[in-house]
């Protein structure tokens, strides 16, 4: 392993030693990062959500901020504002707390469409506009979003065009039994020890560094072609078996094939590899595109979901 890679190495281990049993949470929280992209998670309330981007923002060397998504919330909360200030008779801006390296966007389906679509305008350019001003936001950002799957009363669902601006949709399952008895413990500990674990932050230098070297893994012809053919296939699977005509209304953007690109990219990194081998690919193909694909009532109707169709995919679409 490179140095860099030790350090994500050591970093992944003690966001899994903090974070119990939500293991696939914590890798692709670090992928998105490497990724430079953003994630929106969805789970039950309970499941360590806020806990993992605090404790990824305590292991580096930025902040973090929560945003709580309500119906009466407005744009401006979320950017910023121009503010008059009596004493020089002139408005200056506020900047608001999307202005943070790590912002954890709560039950973002709260929202009204406009609050939202302020927050991914923000995840795609990177900027925010107020009136005829520009303002950049942080090198280093990341979102992570979540979703309450229980209720849905009172919520704005994310449009499907808006799901895509997502680099990784990630589902949470509750812990096994033994998992949660080590949640117990960890509790206890964090209650009976005030002092937090001792970690040694990475720099925002570091991570940059990451990154480049994330971009420098090597991919082969064979299987930038194979990434390419299966989000062919999410929009044509009749190609593959007859018996799905009819079953996508909407496949996989471009958006699609550049994310899972980098993402198996980043999962190859975090492993210590030096080139993207088809188990990396099929490691994150489910979180990069199951919120990208819109399948036809039929297809639902007989109980298919987004999951089960990548993965009778991944059976059609041959491996080079």
């Known amino acids: 392993m490179l140095p860099i890679q030790e350090e994500f190495a050591r970093l992944q281990t003690f966001m899994n030693s903090e974070i119990i049993g939500q293991e696939k949470l914590i890798e692709c929280l670090l992928i998105a990062l490497l990724a430079n992209g953003n994630l929106l998670v969805e789970g039950a309330p309970g499941l360590a959500k806020t806990k993992a981007i605090k404790k990824l923002a305590s292991a580096l060397d930025c902040d973090s901020h929560r945003i709580q998504f309500t119906p009466d919330l407005l744009p401006a909360d979320i950017t910023g504002s121009d503010i008059f200030r009596p004493e020089s008779n002139s408005f200056s801006f506020q900047k ?13 389906n709260r929202s009204p469409a406009k609050v939202q679509s302020a927050l991914l305008e923000a995840m795609a350019e990177h900027q925010v506009t107020v009136g005829s001003q520009t303002y950049l936001l942080p090198e280093l950002f990341l979102v992570m979003a979540t979703q309450n799957p229980i209720e849905h009363e009172g919520t704005y669902p994310l449009p499907e065009a808006q799901l895509d601006r997502f680099l990784l949709y990630v589902r949470l399952s509750h812990p096994d039994a ?13 209650t009976l020890n005030a002092e937090p674990p001792a970690f040694e932050k990475i720099s925002q230098a570091t991570v940059r560094q990451a990154r480049q070297e994330v971009l420098g893994i090597h991919l082969s012809e064979e299987l930038a072609e194979y990434i390419v053919q299966f989000i062919i296939a999410t929009r044509k699977p009749e190609t593959y078996d007859k018996l799905l ?6 496949g996989a953007s471009p958006r699609g094939t550049i994310s899972l690109d980098i993402c198996a990219r ?9 080139c993207v081998l088809p188990e ?20 639902e109707a007989q109980g298919m979901t987004t999951d089960s169709f990548i993965d009778l995919l991944l059976q059609k679409v041959p491996m080079p």
């Not at 033994?178 to 964090?190: A, D, P, T």
């Not at 489910?286 to 919120?291: D, G, I, Q, Y």
Request: zero cysteines.
């Open 96 to 108: 608001g707390p999307i202005f943070h390296n790590l912002i954890l966007a709560d039950e973002i």
């Open 178 to 190: 033994q998992s949660e008895r080590k949640i117990l413990e960890l509790v206890r500990n964090e």
């Open 245 to 250: 005509t009819n079953y996508v209304e909407y």
């Open 266 to 274: 980043a999962y190859a990194w975090l492993k210590g590899s030096t």
């Open 280 to 299: 990396h690919i099929h490691a994150v193909i489910h979180e990069v595109l199951r919120h990208r694909i819109i399948l036809t009532y039929e297809a």
